[in-house]
């Protein structure tokens, strides 16, 4: 592990027996962030920003068979410290280095748990731990409501039950016209007005995911799935189960242990959304001792374009001719990886190859071109199969697995994730997690785990017409401060919404081609995807060249400029090259800004923006080189779902 470590520990003596005051006060770094916490029989906390209430007299609570951890306590104790260190993480995907910085409150009951708060300058959270001693149990519940002062507008992922892939929009809704019969998966964000902040989690391991519904007034509250006690395939299935029988308790374990953080996100500015790290900074420690194999990179994907490819002289398919084509293209751009999704393998059997693909002699191939293979499976064939099915993989020489269709995050499926991550470690193998929950902390434990889907991405253009611009600069605010999205941008054929139509095999996206090219600058997935065809990538030189020169992992991000749901302006450094990358909403938009960060010395800008026929026809695009330093400014112009990009090589 890389760590630069600096603790400051300050320890404060025990604070009084219940029936006292028991009000205690924790402050964020930068003192504009207050938490306060009662211990009376509940814990209760009330949050403010800048003087002003923010939350008040939200509840946290932990329900052991029928106590309530916080009932039971006879006595409290407090105990303060604050943290200051710099991380290194091995896959960087903001900043190659991330400051830490809060100040934490633990109040430890006399029942065996205690619970800790800590106060960031951007956000709060807290957790509850159980002590060595708690003997084994059963958590029948948690309690989490998390109350509003004033009334505020959520963006409610609204779900239909706890089977879900979780790729939900973010309907804007009143808070006070949410009810307890509203489901809706994190993260979840809250427009309070003066602050916005997202509720997500993590630290998440061996324990169900949490959710959100309406509550009274202007609160949510927590919901978790139960155990899940038996499930079986449905009929003439290979990934969709069908729960026969739940438990009546959320999880079976015993401590020591520490339960998942419950975060509060909190930002004055929209743009500090963007470079929010507490998903990663309170997830657990990294548990892989030698992270240098893990290569992070981009992806030749096959399915989002059904193996549409033309102007070669075999027949395109899920065949091996196809796929060592796929790796010719990748080999010619320097991409890092192809991938070989549903069709590989006899559904249901992972070690039996389908007709007309030979997985070794395609690994073969692209070890020769430095191109690695990253292989789709079904996570419920995989659990039967584990060991092996990634032991032959390893062998193949595979570079990563493609895991899909979990659709669940009960206790024993957040465990499922976290022993993949283990196994594919153990053989090197890189993860990306499809029909997955949102990332919550694993990433930071197994950093081979690179990405993850739980996001409604690009495929969703193959069978309908809801992905706007607009959805588009929402998901960067919400769902991508959970972790990593593997939206599979990249679409070569590009329309307005005037001539878009759905064609599940031949896809368009319904932004402009400039829109589509700046995701990889502004969508965070350490493993990227290319979602097109290869021969539409080939016929498009000038957008592929430039897809290929993106990053994947960054040194630094600076938001030059962003507001939910209407732009984002992005600058991000690797190494002495800087990359801006800039989406609009469906309306026409013109936007000036500085690159003082560029420091001194000049840069070679290569720039594609949306071409003077992009507003009725989203594939035009025009492609401009200019020299730029610290002192300039750039003005774009975006059509309707627009975009631009640049790269910036220093000279």
């Known amino acids: 592990m890389r760590w630069i470590t600096a603790v400051a520990l300050l320890l404060v003596a025990d604070g009084p027996a219940l029936g006292a005051d028991n009000k205690f006060r924790l402050q964020s770094p930068d003192g504009r962030t207050e938490v306060d916490v009662t211990v009376q029989g509940e814990i209760r906390y009330s949050v403010s920003v800048d003087g002003e209430p ?12 029928n106590m309530s951890v916080a009932k039971s306590a006879r006595s409290v104790s407090a105990r303060e410290r604050s943290v200051e260190r710099l991380l290194h993480p091995a896959v960087p995907e903001k900043f190659s280095q991330i400051r830490e910085s809060y100040n934490e409150l633990t109040l430890a009951l006399n029942n065996n748990f205690t619970i800790s708060f800590r106060a960031f300058d951007n956000g709060i959270a807290y957790r509850f731990n ?21 009334s505020g507008l959520a963006y409610f992922p609204e779900e239909q039950g706890f089977v879900s892939h979780n790729e939900r929009a973010y309907l804007p809704a009143p808070l006070k016209e949410l009810d307890g019969q509203r489901l809706a998966s994190l993260p979840l964000l809250v ?4 602050v916005k902040v997202v509720i997500t989690e993590s630290g998440l391991r061996d324990y169900p995911g949490m959710w959100l519904a309406g509550s009274s007034g202007n609160g949510l509250s927590a919901r978790f799935p139960r155990r899940v006690l038996q499930a079986s395939l449905k009929e003439n299935s290979d990934r969709n189960q069908l729960i026969e029988r739940r438990a009546d308790y959320l999880a ?40 240098d194999w893990i290569r992070p990179g981009k992806v030749a994907w096959d ?45 249901g059997n992972l070690l039996q190859e389908s007709e007309n693909i030979d997985v070794q002699a395609i690994i073969d191939y692209g070890r020769e071109k430095n191109v690695g293979v990253i292989l789709w499976v079904v996570w419920e064939t995989l659990e039967r199969q584990m060991d092996e099915a990634l032991d032959r993989f390893a062998d193949w020489g595979a570079a990563g697995i493609k895991v899909d269709f979990m659709q669940r995050d009960d206790q024993d499926m957040v465990s499922y994730y976290w022993r993949v991550a283990e196994q594919a470690a153990k053989r090197r193998l890189l993860v990306n997690f499809h029909g997955s929950y949102k990332p919550a902390g694993l990433r930071r434990a197994w950093p081979n785990v690179l990405t993850r889907e739980g996001v409604r991405g690009l495929e969703h253009n193959k069978w309908a017409d809801y992905i706007t611009p607009e959805h588009n600069l929402t998901i960067p605010f919400i769902r991508m401060l959970a972790g990593p999205m593997d939206y599979t941008p990249g679409a070569m054929v590009n329309a307005q919404p005037d001539n878009f139509h759905i ?78 990358g800039a989406m609009g909403n469906g309306e026409a938009r013109r936007f000036s800004f500085e690159l003082e960060f560029l420091g001194d010395g000049k840069y070679q800008m290569t720039s594609i923006g949306d071409g003077v026929n992009a507003a009725r026809y989203a594939g035009d695009h025009s492609v401009r080189s200019q020299m730029v330093s610290g002192d300039s400014s750039v003005k774009i112009a975006l059509a309707p779902g627009g975009g631009w990009v640049a790269k910036l090589e220093k000279i």
């Open 54 to 65: 923010l939350l008040r007299d939200s509840l946290a609570d932990l329900l052991v068979g």
């Open 130 to 150: 159980a002590l060595d001693g708690s003997g084994n149990f059963a958590v029948s519940d948690e309690l989490a409501e998390i109350r509003f002062v004033g």
């Open 191 to 194: 427009d309070g007005g003066a």
């Open 252 to 291: 079976q374990t015993g401590g020591p242990r520490e339960f998942p953080w419950r975060i509060v996100a909190i930002a004055r500015e929209d743009a500090e959304l963007l470079t929010n790290q507490l998903s990663y900074l309170l997830a657990g420690e990294q548990q892989l001792t030698d992270a």
């Open 303 to 347: 399915w989002w374009n059904a193996n549409n490819l033309y102007g070669v002289d075999f027949e395109a398919g899920v065949n091996t001719e196809t796929y060592k084509y796929y790796i010719d293209f990748a080999a010619k751009y320097g991409l890092e990886y192809i991938l070989l999704d549903e069709g590989w393998y006899r559904l």
């Open 503 to 580: 064609s599940f095999a031949r896809p368009m996206s319904k932004t402009s081609r400039a829109h589509q090219l700046a995701m990889y600058v502004i969508y965070e997935s350490p493993l990227q995807m290319l979602a097109d065809s290869p021969s539409n990538y080939l016929r498009e030189a000038a957008s592929t060249e430039f897809i290929a020169s993106v990053p994947t992992v960054w040194d630094e991000t600076r938001i030059v400029s962003a507001k939910l749901g209407d732009h984002i302006i992005t600058a991000r450094r690797a190494g002495s090259d800087w990359f801006i």
